[in-house]
């Protein structure tokens, strides 16, 4: 389902979507457009995967079934975290440090509760942000916005 979301909203002849493997996947796009993209695709996913649940389960906001070691366990309701990073188009970045802002958005998108996605760049201004540092040092911000459910 979430890859054909990605497919649906992302479908401009320059984007890319590529699964990474187990429920990972990648979307590469110059649209001007693609955080609101990102967003879409968050909202149209906790849309659409509520129809794999029953109507008590929606209610209690939960599953009830054992853990990996067989434990009893309460499992939230399936949710889609998503980090984006947005390169401009006269910065100097290479593969690796796209890779590692990459996996820095996905760690801080998925710690976010309720569908939170963070936009993260270089030296954005004046936005809410919460700052970090790149490894060279240079100014690197995280941008935190919300999908209403």
Do not use: W
């Not at 649906?8 to 693609?34: C, P």
């Not at 593969?95 to 998925?110: G, H, L, N, P």
Request: proline share 3%; net charge negative.
């Amino acid at each position: 389902m979430l890859a054909e979301l990605l497919k649906e909203v992302f479908h401009a002849s320059d984007d890319f979507v590529g699964h990474i493997g187990g429920d990972d996947f990648v979307v590469i796009s110059s649209s001007s457009s693609a955080n609101y993209n990102a967003g879409t695709v968050q909202s149209l996913f906790a849309e659409r995967s509520r129809r794999f649940y029953s109507d008590c389960i929606l209610k209690s906001g939960f599953i009830e079934s054992e853990d990996r070691n067989g434990q009893p366990c309460r499992f939230p309701l399936v949710s889609l975290s998503a980090g984006t990073v947005e390169v401009g188009p006269d910065e100097k970045v290479t593969a690796d440090q796209i890779s590692e802002f990459a996996s820095f958005a996905k760690t801080r998108a998925k710690a976010s509760p309720n569908f939170r996605f963070v936009v993260f760049s270089r030296a954005r201004s004046g936005e809410r942000s919460e700052g970090s540092q790149d490894s060279d040092g240079s100014c690197v911000s995280c941008v935190l916005g919300e999908v209403q459910n």
